[in-house]
């Protein structure tokens, strides 16, 4: 676990309601195990995830689904907040009764209450031609046809569900479940990053908590506040979801580098994609991340 730094003077910044938590990067690590899993058809999206993973021994960890077809399609958007209770929330439920196809979703698996749970973040294109994007309900959102997926887990820790008095949210918490005796393979890392942490510098701080000198994100969602790129582009919006397209750690002359090839979702559900600036994109949330090492 990372202990609270002095927080850096960012851009762009929110205000959450509670106190810092002095635990900036809490993380697990254990034996990697990676799988293709099948997502039956005619079962709601979380349940499709967690029979197979289930079967797999797989406690918590990372899903990466394309050409996904759901029917219905319920999902939320990223919003400001108008309670005074949270620094941003969600948009009314949106459904799409005829369903679409998901270019691409990225999920975090975990526990909720002891019961299966999903957290995911997706591309698709509307019935109008636009990408859009946004936080899939997965008890509601229903897969169409049968598809493939593929999974980075754990099964000695998951990501558990907890509230989290600074950003008065209930949130993915990584969490031991069971002793491991390590076989000395590939490992993988569950850590959930705190808000006002540069996103992509934090990444490279889990790797080296963990001794990790290359490294695969995998799967990955989360929230920032806005985003600039590296080509210059600058997002505004204060509240904006994310899944990471592809991602890597690699180390260099100058240490640990971690880029991240992002799709931004905003609050309207328009899509930005990008590699994001290192060091000018603050978590607003918090950020769900696996990262699978990777050999020397």
């Known amino acids: 676990m990372q202990a609270l730094q002095q927080p850096t003077a960012f851009a762009r910044s929110a205000r959450h309601p509670g106190a810092p938590d002095p635990v900036r ?10 799988a293709t899993v099948t997502l039956e058809a005619g079962r709601n999206l979380r349940d499709a ?23 219905p399609h319920h999902f939320l958007m990223p919003a400001l907040s108008h309670d005074g209770k949270h620094a941003a929330f969600y948009s009314a439920p949106h459904e799409v009764a005829g369903g679409v196809a998901i270019e691409l979703a990225c999920a975090t698996y975990g526990r909720r ?44 820790a998951t990501m558990e569900t907890r509230f989290d008095p600074e950003t008065h949210f209930t949130l993915f918490h990584p969490a031991l479940v ?15 990053i705190r808000p006002d942490q540069d996103l992509t510098m934090a990444i490279e701080e889990a790797c080296r908590m963990h ?39 690699c180390s260099g002359p100058d240490g640990l580098r971690a880029r991240l090839d992002i799709a931004l979702i905003d609050p309207r559900g328009h899509v930005c994609q990008g590699v994001l600036a290192r060091g000018r994109n603050p978590v607003l949330i918090c950020f769900e991340l696996v990262l699978e090492e990777l050999a020397d």
């Not at 491991?180 to 490992?187: L, V």
């Not at 995998?218 to 397209?245: H, K, N, P, Q, Y």
């Open 113 to 156: 209450d002891g019961a299966p749970f999903v957290h995911c973040h997706a591309i698709w294109t509307d019935a109008q031609g636009r990408r859009r994007g946004g936080h899939l309900l997965t008890d509601r959102t229903v897969v169409a046809e049968t598809v493939q997926a593929q999974v980075w887990g754990l099964r000695n």
């Open 49 to 71: 995830i967690a029979i197979p993973l289930a079967a797999a021994g797989i406690e918590g960890g990372a899903l990466r689904i394309e050409n996904l077809k759901v029917s």
């Open 211 to 249: 001794g990790f000198k290359n490294a695969a994100i995998r799967g990955s969602v989360g929230s920032i506040i806005g985003a600039e790129f590296e080509d210059g582009r600058i997002v505004e919006d204060l509240a904006t979801e994310i899944l990471v397209r592809e991602g890597r750690v």
């Open 25 to 34: 990067i809490a993380s697990a690590t254990g034996d990697a195990v990676v």
């Open 178 to 192: 069971a002793e491991q005796k390590r076989d000395g393979g590939r490992r993988i890392i569950l850590a959930r």
